[in-house]
């Protein structure tokens, strides 16, 4: 099992931020992610745990995001904000839409919107508010998630971004049409680090936190 990693600033927020698939928290250390944040010197504590959706079924990983990490972070902490990159962002995402856990606000960086089957479905049936889900197509977390969507929980600050050459734009681009955003940082980059290093700047320069006393 891979470590957790921190950044503990003795702040009263904190930023749980889910690793993609096939990412440990190791890497969104390499990457430079808990250096970004230590030179801009905001009050955010940052903790990336390692955890992912596991199986074809996202469930037991919702359950242990919200009785392992967030319910024992809102003890401590006044605001508890969750995040992820790719499948971590859609892990992050689908535990507010589907009211898992509470949340005071998303960080989301290029979140997975789910395979084309589920999209282009969606895009042919006139739009979100016109598709209807089967009951078996609800053990899909792609579909999970999108049917969660049709009445989200009311929203909170949220942030998201992709770069212009992701693979998954297209369901990237949807899935912004009906989150309740500012509006989506789309930067230069693939669905790797070139665009991910550069939205995570942009997260942290948007003025959600303040600076260390």
Not at 178 to 187: A, N, T
Request: proline share 7%; hydrophobic share 45%; glycine share 10%.
């Amino acid at each position: 099992m891979n470590p957790t990693e921190r950044l503990l600033q003795g702040a009263d927020t904190l930023l749980l931020m889910l690793p993609g698939a096939l990412m440990t928290p190791q890497h969104m250390v390499q990457a430079g992610l808990f250096d970004e944040l230590a030179k801009r010197r905001l009050a955010l504590d940052l903790v990336a745990p390692d955890l992912h959706a596991e199986g074809a079924d996202n469930r037991i990983a919702l359950r242990r995001l919200e009785d392992e990490w967030l319910a024992p972070a809102r003890k401590t902490y006044r605001r508890v904000w969750l995040g992820g990159i790719s499948r971590g962002g859609q892990l992050a995402l689908s535990c507010w839409a589907g009211q898992v856990g509470a949340v005071n606000g998303l960080c989301l960086l290029a979140p997975y919107a789910g395979g084309r089957l589920t999209t282009n479905a969606i895009v042919r049936a006139g739009g979100l508010a016109s598709w209807i889900a089967t009951d078996d197509q609800m053990s899909d977390p792609d579909v999970r998630l999108w049917h969660w969507l049709l009445s989200p929980p009311p929203a909170v600050p949220m942030f998201m971004g992709y770069g212009d050459r992701d693979r998954f734009a297209d369901g990237m681009s949807l899935l912004a049409q009906h989150l309740p955003l500012p509006r989506c940082e789309v930067l230069p980059g693939d669905h790797d680090w070139s665009a991910w290093l550069p939205l995570w700047q942009r997260f942290l320069d948007a003025g959600h936190f303040d600076a260390l006393a």
